[in-house]
């Protein structure tokens, strides 16, 4: 299954942003301010299996096969919660899994 298709994504999906309005509203002032990381986490969540968001591109060394890896939760984000640098792909990766280079 895609990630986006999974209930929790689509209810994420959904409510992020009326989440962020409300807590802004009513809970700030008595529970401070969300955790950096904790939004850099949903955000990364979001993004997850969504290529415009930026892969790796894995590479078998014998027969030079290719695959690419969607970001996920884990792997979207350092330890420190910051988004990884993004790998842009060449043509050629584009060609063999058909996707159309924009």
Same mark, same amino acid.
């Given at each position: 299954m895609h990630p986006?298709?999974?209930?929790?994504?689509?209810?994420?999906h959904h409510g992020w942003d009326?989440?962020?309005?409300?807590?802004?509203k009513h809970h700030r002032k008595s529970l401070g301010k969300l955790r950096p990381y #904790?939004? &850099?986490t949903v955000q990364s969540f979001l993004r997850c299996g969504d290529l415009a968001a930026g =892969?790796?591109?894995l590479q078998c060394p014998d027969?030079?096969?290719e695959?690419?890896?969607a970001p996920?939760?884990?792997?979207?984000?350092?330890? #420190?919660? &910051?988004?990884?640098?993004?790998?842009?792909?060449?043509?050629?990766?584009?060609?063999? =899994?058909g996707i159309r280079e924009s």
């Open positions: 986006t298709g999974s209930p929790l994504w689509q209810l994420v009326d989440f962020l309005v409300r807590y802004e #904790s939004v &850099t =892969f790796t591109r027969c030079g096969h695959r690419l890896l996920s939760p884990i792997s979207s984000t350092t330890s #420190s919660g &910051t988004p990884r640098k993004k790998q842009t792909p060449s043509s050629k990766i584009y060609g063999y =899994f």
